[in-house]
């Protein structure tokens, strides 16, 4: 399968302070990138899908503000947590696909707010 | 009610038993259907993807889709404890503005103990 990278892996930071996480596409041209978060065994929630070019579109309830995402390439989407509080820690995970429509995810990255 | 449910378990098996993990949907429009494994604190990765009923073999996993009764199942025969991990069912293609769009199951822990 193809291959998504996010960094970083691990972000520690302090509340009210601004985190930038990367989502890459290695090896294939994403048009559609998407961001999820993860509580603790919980499933995966969709916050926002993003195509090239293009604004994101933020799932219902999720603050477009806050969360900032910009995907400036087909191999490269930013995801930003602005502000960053306590309650946003949490595993974010992207996904990038193509015209398939297979979703292949990146590894993660653990966000915790002090 | 969720659109997709599955059972979160926790599931204890054997090593060499086969195991059958199971999601129901409530979307009639869901056209495409997935298995993901997502070990801990990684992202998922993608087993199987489906689109019409019926099975899909692959190497120990199965695929099976029912439409007809809205079923999912995923079997892993001969299983390991190294197909210890979290299985998340997905289903995508309901159309519209969600072009794209996963909806993910709960998620069920599995462990496969020697």
């Known amino acids: 399968g193809a291959v998504v990278s996010q960094h970083p892996s691990r972000v520690i930071c302090k509340s009210g302070t601004s985190v930038k996480i990367e989502c890459r596409s290695l090896?294939?041209?994403?048009?559609?990138m998407f961001w999820y978060r993860q509580f603790p065994k919980q499933s995966l929630m969709l916050m926002a899908t993003?195509?090239?070019?293009?604004?994101?579109?933020?799932e219902q309830g999720v603050e477009k503000d806050k969360f900032l995402i910009n995907h400036a390439s087909l191999t490269l989407s930013t995801l930003t947590v602005t502000s960053a509080h306590p309650e946003d820690s949490s595993f974010y995970i992207c996904?990038?696909?193509?015209?398939?429509?297979?979703?292949?995810f990146g590894p993660g990255t653990r966000l915790t707010v002090l | 009610q969720k659109e997709v449910e599955q059972d979160p378990g926790p599931l204890s098996v054997p090593e060499g038993a086969i195991v059958s993990l199971n999601c129901t949907y409530s979307?009639?429009?869901?056209?495409?259907f997935m298995w993901y494994r997502q070990y801990s604190r990684k992202g998922p990765e993608l087993l199987m993807y489906?689109?019409?009923?019926g099975n899909k073999e692959d190497g120990r996993f199965t695929a099976q889709v029912d439409k007809s009764s809205k079923y999912i199942s995923l079997f892993i025969r001969d299983s390991q404890p190294s197909d210890s991990a979290t299985y998340l069912c997905?289903?995508?293609?309901?159309?519209?503005?969600?072009?794209?769009?996963?909806?993910f199951g709960q998620g069920t822990i599995l462990t496969v103990h020697p």
């Open positions: 997905a289903m995508g293609g309901a159309g519209g503005t969600s072009y794209g769009k996963l909806t």
């Open positions: 993003s195509n090239e070019g293009s604004k994101a579109t933020y």
């Open positions: 489906t689109y019409s009923s």
């Open positions: 090896d294939f041209q994403a048009t559609t």
């Open positions: 979307n009639s429009a869901f056209q495409y």
């Open positions: 996904s990038a696909g193509d015209y398939s429509r297979e979703q292949f």
